[in-house]
């Protein structure tokens, strides 16, 4: 929904991340599958196999953030943005926003941030 607020509200244009940075997104149906195997180990028919353990879910297919947006995006009539600005200047960007937020906050000013 947010994603969607800032689509609409002209936000979305600039991409902003890491060129090789991914995150692997998972489905809803192999959540509820993982936690169902999950409950089963943990039972007595299993021998309890499931308990104490650690288990990573994933659907193994990384993507870019911004890609895995692009068909929603652009699904909704929008232009994917192209204009793509180094991380290391929107991290100092975001620091910058923090501290004014800080700062004004005691004032009793309601600075709401655009980068967090």
């Given at each position: 929904?947010?994603?969607?607020?800032?689509?609409?509200g002209g936000?979305?244009?600039?991409?902003?991340?890491?060129?090789?940075?991914?995150?692997?997104?998972?489905?809803?149906?192999?959540?509820?599958?993982?936690?169902?195997?999950?409950?089963?180990?943990?039972?007595?028919?299993?021998?309890?196999?499931?308990?104490?353990?650690?288990?990573?879910?994933?659907?193994?297919?990384?993507?870019?953030?911004?890609?895995?947006?692009?068909?929603?995006?652009?699904?909704?009539?929008?232009?994917?943005p192209?204009?793509?600005?180094?991380?290391?200047?929107?991290?100092?960007?975001?620091?910058?926003?923090?501290?004014?937020?800080?700062?004004?906050?005691?004032?009793?000013?309601?600075?709401?941030?655009?980068?967090?």
């Amino acid at each position: 929904m947010i994603l969607l607020l800032k689509v609409r509200g002209g936000m979305f244009k600039f991409v902003f991340d890491f060129p090789g940075s991914k995150t692997d997104w998972l489905h809803v149906e192999n959540l509820v599958m993982a936690l169902s195997l999950a409950g089963q180990g943990l039972g007595s028919e299993k021998k309890h196999v499931a308990s104490g353990q650690a288990y990573f879910i994933s659907d193994d297919q990384p993507i870019n953030n911004f890609e895995f947006f692009r068909p929603f995006i652009e699904g909704l009539g929008y232009k994917h943005p192209s204009i793509r600005i180094p991380y290391r200047l929107v991290f100092f960007v975001g620091f910058l926003m923090e501290l004014l937020h800080m700062a004004l906050k005691p004032l009793g000013i309601n600075f709401v941030p655009l980068l967090s």
